[in-house]
Nanobody
């Protein structure tokens, strides 16, 4: 199994920052360890879940949605099995539930329905 537990969401004023965390665990996660592609999606009310960012757990280049480039930074701490999403200069349109994701195939990040494992989500609300 793979367990993903997000934290760090909250209510923030526009222009502020947040850092989301995702703690990964489970036997399946440990077995494939460096093979994972970890990432973040978000879902605003009434909208479909959308891709935010992904990074290989083993290291290498991250990929971002165009809408978040320059403001969002994905990173990881392998020793702590934790994925992060630093969000700067928050905008009201960033309001959404943010989900941590894990999949062995990075191509699956093109369609959220293909992604294998999900966290429960953490709410980010940005006030104007």
């Amino acid at each position: 199994q793979v367990q993903l537990v997000e934290s760090g969401g909250g209510l923030v004023q526009a222009g502020g920052s947040l850092r989301l965390s995702c703690a990964a665990s489970g036997r399946t996660f440990s077995i494939y360890n460096m093979g994972w592609n970890m990432g973040w999606f978000r879902q605003a009310p009434g909208k479909e879940r959308e891709f935010v960012a992904t990074t290989p757990w083993s290291g290498g280049s991250a990929t971002y949605a165009d809408s978040v480039k320059g403001r969002f930074t994905i990173s990881r701490d392998n020793a702590k099995n934790t994925l992060y999403l630093q969000i700067d200069n928050l905008k009201p349109e960033d309001t959404a539930v943010y989900y941590c994701a894990a999949d062995l195939n990075y191509r699956n990040y093109r369609d959220y329905r293909r992604v294998a494992y999900w966290g429960q989500g953490t709410q980010v609300t940005v006030s104007s």
